[in-house]
């Protein structure tokens, strides 16, 4: 299948082309077909299966017909993270035709967004309170949106931002096509979309478990050792960008720290960090400054890093919900990438409980020349195996950006 077969605009075609996309993925497939006809979708799928431009591009052909200067289609999303991601993929895929994107959410001053709305736009990408807030003001007009996104949903239900939403709905024209994106399906999500969606077409991509690129291991470790395990881990393993996981920002905060004392290019993402800080450490880790980001599960929404190859669940997620986010940042369209998560005895019921959404058992391992002391790794989760062994040329200890590119190709060769 190729993106020709939709017939699309030649100027998003040709934008297509420029960000190097050559295949639709398993859910662009299923999807823009359906949105181009107008229907309604309610989209079962992660982050990282390609869902972004699979409504966007259909969202770019609707617009570049018709009306312009005026918002047509709105955006919907949890994080400020994830609405930059969709708003730099949509100039990026509209970059050819008149259509214009802006964002709207908090943590900012309001002057310039205010301002890009004044100068007119078709695609508004927004967090629900600072919407409110704009539409509270009179600074945006919602009455000609013609196509309504609703983006990770669950996480938008999670956040508390359901009665947002309800209010956002309330200003909306009722002849609309509205499109519904959710990793999961708890009961109040699945009640908010058969009250909004119209007859939708459901398309579902590897729905709850996460995306079959990316290999699952299990360190059983008591927690006094696990700063340590870590650190050997790392030594050992072949990465490229590694996101680790917290259970709290303080955690996040202590352990980059502590990494970074020991060489490694670390930084945290927390909720305590200012936007700018934030912004920082993102960008930092996307360019390369950072190898090793730390972060909390809210913190990390949106994170849109392509070659994540390794995700570190330092501390174990307290919802499958929360593991299948996380693991979904790495594996990313098309490419492999593992998921590694210490565990000690009392993080037993969540690893059952993942095993079944899984479908398998988790790789039980053990890591070699570590000193786990008196903890025998086999006598709480059962049989390990050894740590996958890689050479020694594939892991320098303190990685200098090249070496860095090195070890990261050697992990493309190795999966
Ligand atoms: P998303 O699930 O929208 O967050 O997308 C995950 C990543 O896949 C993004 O970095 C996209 O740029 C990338 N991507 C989306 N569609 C394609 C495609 N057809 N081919 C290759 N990469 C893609």
Known sequence: ????????????????????????????????????????????AQTGTGKTAAFLLPILQRLTNGPLRRVRALIVAPTRELAEQ??????????????????????VSKVHQVAALKRGAEIVVACPGRLLDLLGDGS???????????????????????????????????????????????????????????DPVTVQIGMIAPVETVSHALY??????????????????????????TRTKHRARNLARDLAKCGYRASALQGNM?????????NGFRDGKYDILVATDIASR????????????????????????RIGRTGRAHQSGEAFTLASVENKPMVQM???????????????????????????????????????????PRRGASEKRHAHTSMRKMV
């Open 274 to 282: 200012s936007q700018n800080q934030r912004d920082q450490a993102i």
């Open 302 to 325: 949106g994170i849109d890093v392509m070659e994540i190859t390794h995700v570190i669940n330092y501390d174990m997620p307290d919802t499958i919900d929360a593991y299948t986010h």
């Open 86 to 107: 969709i708003h730099q993929m949509s100039i990026d895929l509209s970059k050819n035709t008149q259509v214009r994107s802006v964002t709207v959410y908090g943590g």
């Open 220 to 245: 059983p470790v008591p927690d006094a050792l696990k700063r340590g395990l870590l650190m050997a881990l790392l030594e050992q393993t072949a990465t490229g960008r590694v996101l680790i996981f």
């Open 1 to 44: 299948m190729t993106f020709e077969q939709f017939s699309l605009d030649r100027r998003i075609g040709a934008a297509i082309h420029a960000v190097g996309y050559t295949t639709p993925t398993p859910i662009q497939q299923q999807a823009i077909p359906v949105v181009l006809s107008g229907r309604d979708v309610l989209g079962l």
């Open 354 to 396: 993942i095993e079944e959404v899984l479908g398998a058992e988790i790789e039980r391992r053990r890591l070699p020349g570590f000193d786990y002391g008196a903890f025998v790794p086999e006598s709480q989760f059962g049989r390990t195996a050894p740590h996958r062994q890689q050479r020694a040329d594939r892991h320098p």
């Open 140 to 198: 945006i007009d919602l009455s000609h949106v013609e196509v309504l996104v609703l983006d990770e949903a669950d996480r938008m239900c999670d956040m508390g931002f359901l009665p947002d939403i309800r209010r956002i709905l309330k200003v909306l024209p009722q002849r609309r096509q509205t499109l519904f994106f959710s990793a999961t399906m708890p009961d109040d999500i699945r009640e908010l979309a058969d009250h909004i969606l119209k």
